[in-house]
Each structure stands twice: as structure tokens, then as C-alpha cells.
């Protein structure tokens, strides 16, 4: 008998990588259990027609989440937080998963988290304004904070600390933008600090490899990246692989944060965290751990080369 990995967002960013890894190797020790809102999606249709067992429940309700953690060995549990922008909503849906998974006696699981970054920057530190009265990185934070109650409820678990996606140039408009003068601009408020970036699917990928190694992490942290690079070093290999003058523009924090999109503010003071605690954020990011889970992981240059043509470009 196989064992069961319940992957929440299974046809997702995360979710996905980690679905397709489990069902391309024949020889793996784990069954798919792919968890979604909508199992009649064309993305859902296609991990059924690859083996998968599809389950619908909802990361609100906890009844459907003890219901798709029943019977499972492992969860790989990641909340949406770009979908509602609430970072109430994620902490509680962290209480869910961390409830439910000790209710249904999982083994192992995996919780897609992030720093809380009030560890670093106090809420009444004026560097950067405080969010909602009581966050920082609102997006960060939660998830960071969220990490206790899977602790308190003993659920054996892996932190897995993930980086920038890469995917955010297709898909969040953060791709160069063509200027007046014919260049193609990029903005991040980064000054010349490193971002540990990967490609979103390599996030799953890394899961499998921590599911495979579960005396070496669990009760662990663990951080991941494909590569730490300056926007300057991702403004180059944009120009390169995309045959356009790409350069790469540092505005401050604030001006990213007067944007105005939404979650500008958010971002603006994330990248502001990364920027200004660069040493502790790529440290937490071992690129040959990372590659020792994932021997698959994607260089930014190997990512360019597979998805350059989905970098709208206007």
C-alpha cells in the first residue's frame, strides 16, 4: 500500500509541483490525494486522468479538510493569501490544517510558510509603516505566526520556507515594461541586494524531496531557492534570453509602495525586509540543500528558457 499525501491547491503554483512530481515517478513510495474547490476544472480532470484521487473541500471548512486528511499519511498544506489579501483568513485556515491533520493522526506535514518578519522589524519600528495596525508584511507574517499552531497541536511537520517566484514576471505584472527610450524597465526596491528567487513548481518539487527524507526534517526548518541573484544579475539574463534591452530600475520601498495595485504597500515592505536583512534571508536559503531535494531545480537561466514566452511584454 501506497502512502497518502493530501496536497492542498493540487492544481496550483505549489500544489502542482508537487502532485507532478509524486505522479512521475512510478517508483514512488506515495499515492496522490489532490484536494481543490472545483474538481470538474480542466487542472483537477487532468491529475484524475494521471492517477490522482480528487477530492473536493475548501480551506475554510473544516470538516471538508478533516475529510480530505482522513486516512492520509502526509499533507502538504499552503494557504492563498493573494486571493483575499487577509491575513486573519490564513491564520485561520493554519488552525484548520494544524487541528484537522492532529484530529486524522498524520505523519508528516509539510507547512508552506514564510519569516514573520515583526521578529526583525518591531510593529512600532517607523523603517516601515505598519500594515492593518498589527502586520508588517501582512503575507509574510501570518504564515510566520501560523507556524505555533502546529507546534502547540504537535503535528509533526516541516517549515518550508520559500522564496520569490519567478512566475511573478508572468503572471503578477513584476516583467519589464518598455519605456519611452525603447529599453524595457523592471522595479524593485531591492537597491543591489540579492532576492533568492525559484520557479513556483520547484516549491513542490523540494516537498517531495523533504516527504522522501522524513527523519532528516521533520520538526525542521528548511529554506529554499533556485538562485540568489541582484536585480541587475536578473536584468541581464532577461536581456539575453528575451533579445530586448532590459534594465533593472531600484526604486526606494516607498515609491514601489505608491503604486497603488493591490498589495503595493505589502510588497513595497517586503522587498524592503529582504533588502535590508539580505544576510539572514539568503542565508535561511541553502541553494545546494535545495538542490540536493530538488535535483531538478531550475537556474533562473533555465527558467528563462522555458517560459520567456509567457513574460507579457508591453
Not at 500544489?15 to 505522479?23: D, P, Q, S, T
Not at 488552525?95 to 484530529?103: H, P
Not at 533568492?196 to 520538526?219: Q, R, S, V
Amino acid at each position: 500500500m501506497k502512502k497518502i499525501i493530501t496536497i492542498l491547491g493540487a492544481t496550483g503554483a505549489q500544489g502542482g509541483g508537487l502532485a507532478n512530481a509524486i505522479l512521475s515517478d512510478s517508483n514512488s513510495e506515495f499515492a496522490l490525494r489532490a484536494v481543490t474547490r472545483d474538481v470538474t476544472s480542466d487542472k483537477a480532470k487532468a491529475l484524475a486522468d494521471k492517477g490522482a484521487e480528487v477530492v473536493k473541500a475548501d480551506v475554510d471548512d473544516a470538516a471538508s479538510i478533516s475529510n480530505a486528511f482522513s486516512g492520509a499519511y502526509g499533507v502538504f498544506a499552503v494557504t492563498f493569501f493573494w486571493e483575499h489579501f487577509s491575513p486573519e483568513k490564513e491564520l485561520n485556515q493554519a488552525k484548520i490544517f494544524a487541528q484537522a491533520a492532529k484530529e486524522t493522526g498524520v505523519k508528516h506535514l509539510v507547512w508552506s510558510t514564510l519569516e514573520d518578519t515583526r521578529k526583525w522589524i518591531p510593529l512600532e519600528d517607523d523603517r516601515m509603516p505598519t500594515l492593518g495596525g498589527k502586520y508588517k508584511v501582512p503575507h509574510f507574517d501570518a504564515k510566520g505566526e501560523s507556524n505555533k499552531f502546529f507546534e502547540e497541536a504537535n503535528v509533526p511537520t516541516t517549515y518550508l520556507n520559500t522564496s520569490f517566484y519567478w512566475d511573478n514576471l508572468i503572471y503578477f505584472g513584476m516583467g519589464p515594461k518598455k519605456g519611452e527610450d525603447g529599453n524595457y524597465y523592471f522595479a524593485f526596491p531591492m537597491d543591489d541586494k540579492k532576492l533568492p528567487g525559484m520557479a513556483a513548481e520547484d516549491i513542490g518539487k523540494c516537498a517531495y524531496g523533504i516527504f522522501k527524507n522524513y527523519d532528516k526534517y521533520i520538526n525542521k526548518s528548511v529554506g529554499i531557492a533556485g538562485e540568489h541573484l541582484t536585480g541587475y544579475q536578473m536584468a541581464d539574463a532577461m536581456s539575453k534570453a528575451l533579445d530586448k534591452p532590459v534594465k533593472y530600475n531600484p526604486v526606494s520601498p516607498e515609491v514601489y509602495r505608491g503604486f497603488g495595485f493591490p498589495g503595493a504597500d505589502d510588497l513595497g515592505n517586503m522587498f524592503q525586509f529582504k533588502r535590508d536583512f539580505e544576510t539572514d534571508f539568503c542565508a535561511a536559503r541553502n541553494l545546494d540543500e535545495s538542490r540536493a531535494l530538488n535535483p531538478e531545480l531550475l537556474t533562473f537561466d533555465a527558467w528563462l528558457a522555458k517560459y520567456k514566452s509567457r513574460i507579457p511584454l508591453d
